[in-house]
Nanobody, 117 residues
Framework: QVQLVESGGGLVQPGGSLRLSCAASGSGFSIYAMGWFRQAPGKQRELVARITSGSGRITNYADSVKGRFTISRDNAKNTVYLQMNSLKPEDTAVYYC?????????WGQGTQVTVSS
């Protein structure tokens, strides 16, 4: 069983940056592909970025964040990161991490990201 805790959200101006962290407890973190997801008010949760298991050699991004967001992982720290640059107001959402494909039992509280001037 894996438990996931997201952190690093906050209020940032358009064009700013944030780095989100997702700390995993439990064993076997490195065997899981991981994903960052987000849910904006009134919208469905969507996949933002994902990274393969192990060394995380392969990453994929939603078109809306490609070139601005970077997902990475540190298996020694059981943590996956999302570096978000050039933030836009439309990036405002609650951000969640999960294994990929996501399992309902692993959703955490998420971390709020608000992009506003």
């Amino acid at each position: 069983q894996v438990q996931l805790v997201e952190s690093g959200g906050g209020l940032v101006q358009p064009g700013g940056s944030l780095r989100l962290s997702c700390a995993a407890s439990g064993s076997g973190f490195s065997i899981y592909a991981m994903g960052w997801f987000r849910q904006a008010p009134g919208k469905q949760r969507e996949l933002v970025a994902r990274i393969t298991s192990g060394s995380g050699r392969i990453t994929n991004y939603a078109d809306s964040v490609k070139g601005r967001f970077t997902i990475s992982r540190d298996n020694a720290k059981n943590t996956v990161y999302l570096q978000m640059n050039s933030l836009k107001p439309e990036d405002t959402a609650v951000y969640y991490c999960n294994i990929y494909p996501a399992l309902n039992t692993y959703w955490g509280q998420g971390t709020q990201v608000t992009v506003s001037s």
